[in-house]
Every structure is written in C-alpha cells, then in structure tokens.
C-alpha cells in the first residue's frame, strides 16, 4: 500500500463523509507545484480552489506569517492589533470608497453571515424593518452555513436544510429584467457574484452589475457582491465588479485574501459601515493577527510584482491557446483572468479531471460538463503553456 493510500484509508475512517473521498494526499508545494504524499508532482491548477493566490510557500507569506505567530498570534476582538487595522485601510483604499469598515471573520460562509446581518441592520434604521424579501441568482453559490445557505441558488444543497428563516426570491442569473421586476419594495438585498464560480465560472453579461445597481437604487434595497472567489486579482483586477465601475453597499471577500491562511472580510461601505452596532455580531479568530499579516503579504506582493497585469494578459493567452485546440470534446473556455472554465461536449468532467492528474496537473470538475482552473495568480507563461500542450492528450484519455 502506498503512503497516499494509507492516509485517505485514515481520512475515510476519521473524517466525515461530507467531501466524499478526495483522489490525491498532497503533502507539500512550492510556487505553482505540489507533491503528493509518494512524491509524485502536479502543477497546481486549482490553488485549493482560488485560495493559494501566491502559490505555495511564497517567501513574502512565509516571512509575514512568521512574524508575526512570533510577535503576537491572537488577541481575540478584545483588543485592537496593528495587522488588522492595517489589513481593513488598504482593501477600503482599494475599493476606492469615500466611507466604508470591515468586519473580519474566518471564511467566506462568515463573510457572508455578516453581510445578511449588516443588510437587517441597515434596513431597521433606515425605515426598511418590514423588507423581508432578499433576491439572489439561480445556480449561485454563497457557503453552507445556514444563512449563507439560503442565498445559495443550487437546490440540491440548500434544499435538504431548509426552512431557513429567510425569504429568498431567486431569479435566473444574468436576466436584467427578471432581477428588476423581482426587486421590489420588500426586497432588502440583492446579493450576487459578479461571475459565478461553483456554477462552471460564468461571467455575469456586460451591464448586469450596473443594472443591479439601477435596480436596488430604484427599490431602495442594498447591493452586495460576492467576490469571495472573484476578489483579489482573481479576474486580473482588484475586484471583478471594478470593470463595470459599480460601487456595491456590501462586499465579501475571503479565499485569496489569506493566501492560504483562513480569513474572511465584510466590507459595508457608506453607511453600510456602520450599520452594526456594539454587540450585534462578533468572532473570536476573526481578524486573527497571523490572518491579516497574511493578507498584508498577498496584497503587497500583488502590488509589488505587478500580477494584475500579469493575471489579465496570461489568461487571454490561455484562453486563446486553449481555445485554438481543436478537439472533439473541447466546446469553449470561458472566464477572466486566471479563472476559467474549459466547456467539455459531455458529462466527462469527473474523467477530464482524472486525466489531468495523471498527466500531472491538479484541476477541478466544477460541472458534469466544465473542469476549473483557478491556478495561482503567479502562474508562468511557461506553466500555462506546458498544460496547453499537455491538454489535446488529456482530452483524447477523458473521451475513451
Ligand atoms: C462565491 C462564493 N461565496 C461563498 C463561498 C463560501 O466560502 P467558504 O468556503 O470560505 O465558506 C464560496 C466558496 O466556494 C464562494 O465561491
């Protein structure tokens, strides 16, 4: 029996089944590559699904993190701390909002439980205490807390754990008339991604958001994107809604964030910010002095390194070296940035996925019909280029 063997024997007999049994036991990485427990490489494609935007091992996190476990690892929010204050002044400088705070929590799920709760605030004190009505987008995906849950619009998931407590009105994503006649005035919030990721990476239409916007504005309901896979240069900019010059109320961020350490942000802008009161919400990690010291690294070395421009321009050439192969099952690419989903002409993407780590590269099944990419936004020409040359192959295996 292999090591990778006997530990997912273990897994199965201690972890719950929730997550099936995963294929491979990864046991380090560095940059874009990883290591399974026998020593066999992958290229890291997924970057645990949009997480590990630096990659593994990145000298920046590593220095930031050590640092500061050293210096101070915990205050609780007994305490203010320097990393966090910090951490909250550059993503309100990033959002290039005149007001704003933040909310720290520990995933995106939580970003998105203080973001239902920053709405129910806002709309006692601002005369909207009988909205009850939160309007969200089919197929879209917001965590699996039970708040989160309810916004979430894949049936399948929300469906075994409901009633919820929450009147959710779902309207086909991208449908600009459907989400205008849905918002009305019982509708507290409209809570959307700007491009949907655990459906299959599907870009909202070009003026969605703006008319998301129009929409709220008009029924007096708040806006909040849900950038948690899309944020922090996902898409090849700071935040994907910055392309259609929207502003939301509310934001959620978090995979990226941490760059593999677990942190989560809600960020009320305007008033927004101030919506919760002392005592009406809280965490003990959340805002973790090793977290934001983390974060702070992520967004440096974003900045520093110029990956904006480096995560746009890769993945317009990967989009159209992929899209160049001509292959019976390969239907299109879609996505923006270093997120992307490759659009296959059947329901083989469990075997697609296979095939790709047997050739040595670690993506993700999103969809029966769609394999995700989410690499690290550190990915090399050269590596993008040695999987779109690997890729005919890995087709030709997933068909047979
Ligand atoms: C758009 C979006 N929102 C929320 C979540 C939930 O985040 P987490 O798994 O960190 O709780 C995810 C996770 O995939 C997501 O993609």
């Given at each position: 029996m292999t090591a990778g063997q006997k530990l997912t024997g273990r897994y199965a007999a201690s972890i719950?089944?929730?997550?099936?049994?995963?294929?491979v036991a990864l046991a380090r990485g560095e940059g874009c590559w990883v290591w399974d427990a026998d020593g066999e490489r992958y290229l890291d494609l997924i970057g645990g699904i949009a997480v590990s935007a630096l990659g593994h091992g990145h000298p920046a996190i590593v220095q930031a993190v050590t640092r500061q476990v050293a210096t101070l690892a915990h205050t609780s929010n007994l305490f203010v701390h320097e990393p966090e204050v910090e951490l909250a002044e550059r993503l309100l400088g990033l959002l290039g909002a005149a007001g704003g705070r933040v909310f720290f929590a520990n995933s995106g799920t939580e970003a998105n439980e203080a973001a239902l709760k920053v709405v129910r605030r806002f709309q006692d004190k601002h005369g909207?205490?009988?909205?009850h009505v939160i309007v969200a987008a089919e197929h879209g995906f917001h965590g699996r807390t039970r708040g989160a849950l309810a916004l979430t619009?894949?049936?399948?998931?929300?469906?075994?754990?409901?009633?919820?407590g929450l009147t959710v009105r779902f309207v086909p994503y991208g449908d600009e008339t459907a989400l205008r006649e849905a918002?009305?005035?019982?509708?507290?919030a409209v809570f959307l991604e700007p491009c949907q990721g655990e459906a299959g990476v599907v870009p909202a239409p070009g003026g969605y958001l703006r008319a998301a916007r129009a929409a709220c504005d008009s029924a007096g309901a708040l806006l909040v994107l849900d950038?948690?896979?899309?944020?922090?240069?996902?898409?090849?900019?700071?935040?994907?809604h910055q392309r259609e010059g929207v502003l939301p109320d509310v934001l959620t961020l978090a995979k990226g964030l941490g760059g593999g350490l677990p942190i989560g942000a809600c960020i009320g802008l305007g008033e927004c910010g101030t919506a919760?009161?002392?005592?009406d919400h809280g965490s003990t990690?959340?805002?973790?002095p090793v977290a934001c010291a983390a974060a702070l690294a992520v967004l440096d070395t974003i900045a520093a390194d110029g990956l904006l421009d480096h995560v746009a321009s890769l993945g317009n050439r990967l989009v159209t070296g992929i899209g160049a192969?001509?292959?019976?099952l390969l239907t299109g690419v879609r996505g923006q940035g270093l997120w992307l989903a490759i659009t296959l002409?059947?329901?083989?993407a469990g075997r697609a996925e296979e095939a790709c780590r047997n050739a040595g590269f670690l993506v993700n099944a999103v969809q029966p019909d769609a394999i995700r990419l989410a690499p690290?936004?550190?990915?090399?020409s050269a590596q993008a280029g040695l999987f779109a040359q690997a890729l005919p192959a890995i087709l030709t295996e997933a068909a047979r």
């Open positions: 719950m089944p929730n997550y099936g049994q995963p294929p909207g205490a009988d909205r619009g894949k049936a399948s998931i929300r469906e075994p754990f409901g009633p919820f918002t009305g005035t019982d509708c507290a950038e948690i896979q899309s944020g922090i240069g996902r898409t090849g900019a700071w935040f994907a919760l009161d002392k005592g990690f959340g805002g973790n192969i001509g292959h019976p002409a059947g329901p083989v690290p936004l550190i990915l090399s």
